[in-house]
């Protein structure tokens, strides 16, 4: 079974400044992938990053980047120079990466994130 | 960027009616999924679909729902009686690896 940790209900930012938003997960599978989306106010889930457990790199989106430390099962978000539209919920997900076609996301609780100016 | 469709954006519905939520999965995905979210609460998984059949359903995918892929293009799930909890935003999505997220139809039944 998978298992997602958001710990932060909700965080607070300056804007332009960077933020981290915490996510951990517990899984048996030896492979699996990372996610992490944005939902704004308006409803939509916006996908933003995406990270391999085999990836040997830390991925990056723009101002989005992923923390992932494959040891201490952590997957941290990292919004760099904080926008007043990055306001929104935070989904972290993850699944296995299966080949016989059964890969179910989970998602976590979420992080609200408001952006001050 | 091509992208999750789905229709309609809103549908309000009496309690004991069916309803139907539409969406046009990216293209060359072969992986569907359908997700809902009550209002505040997590996203929850209700039904995936791989090779024109169900390959995972979760305890929410009761009898009331059903999923089709009627052409080669849409894919659609029905709720055959609605009930007044089953008032939410449902999610559609599609991979290659990443979910990718329609914009969601807000359902809601009084």
């Known amino acids: 079974a998978q298992k997602i940790t958001q710990t932060q209900p909700g965080m607070f930012v300056q804007e332009k400044e960077a933020v981290t938003l915490d996510c951990t997960y517990d899984t048996s599978d030896p492979s699996y992938g990372l996610f992490w989306y944005k939902q704004p106010s308006s409803g939509e889930m916006i996908f933003l990053i995406y990270q391999g457990s085999y990836d040997q790199q830390n991925a990056t989106e723009g101002r989005y980047s992923l923390n992932f430390q494959k040891a201490r099962k952590s997957a941290n978000l990292v919004i760099s120079a904080s926008q007043l539209g990055d306001s929104a919920m935070y989904f972290c997900a993850m699944s296995p990466l299966e080949t016989r076609g059964s890969y179910i996301p989970t998602f976590g609780r979420g992080t609200s994130l408001i952006v001050h100016p | 960027e091509p992208e999750v469709t789905q229709t309609p954006s809103h549908q309000v519905t009496q309690m004991g009616q069916e309803v139907i939520l539409r969406c046009v999965p990216i293209?060359?995905?072969?992986?569907f999924y359908w997700y809902r979210q009550i209002l505040g609460q997590k996203v929850e998984f209700l039904v995936s679909f791989y090779n024109n059949e169900i390959s995972e359903k979760s305890e929410i995918f009761d009898d009331q729902f059903s999923v089709e892929r009627p052409d080669g293009s849409n894919f659609t799930l029905k709720i055959r009686s609605t009930k007044l909890e089953d008032s939410a935003m449902y999610f559609c999505?599609?991979?290659?690896?990443?979910?990718?997220f329609g914009n969601g139809t807000r359902l809601t039944v009084t």
């Open positions: 999505a599609s991979r290659q690896n990443a979910l990718h």
């Open positions: 293209s060359n995905h072969l992986y």
